[in-house]
């Protein structure tokens, strides 16, 4: 190989590499950090969802929970539309 082409097989494979660091990695750490908050979702925990309602879990299911948003209303979600958990205080 000359060196033009070796200096061009070097810049696409250090353009992948950058690509990787700043936009897939990132991407794959808030996945995780994600999929484990959901997991450890439990009953009385207070969320907030994708949606931006606010409410406390008052039963949970297999994929799904439900939320109470107010005095006698209870909406049924999937977990994966809860986007965090509220800190109380």
């Known amino acids: 190989m ?5 200096i061009s ?3 696409i494979v250090g353009l992948f590499a950058l ?4 936009l897939i990695r990132p991407q794959q750490v808030r996945q995780k950090k994600h999929a484990e908050m959901v997991r450890n979702l439990q009953v009385n925990d207070p969320v907030i969802t ?3 309602i606010y409410g ?20 049924e979600l ?6 965090q958990v509220r800190r109380e205080g």
């Not at 690509?19 to 700043?22: C, E, K, S, T």
């Not at 406390?56 to 909406?75: F, G, H, P, R, Y």
């Open 50 to 52: 994708a949606g931006g």
């Open 56 to 75: 406390t879990i008052v039963k949970m299911k297999e994929d799904s929970v439900t939320l109470k948003v107010a005095d006698n209303v209870k909406i």
């Open 19 to 22: 690509l990787y660091f700043l």
């Open 9 to 11: 097989v070097l810049y």
């Open 2 to 6: 000359t060196n033009e082409a070796m």
């Open 78 to 83: 999937l977990k994966s539309s809860i986007a």
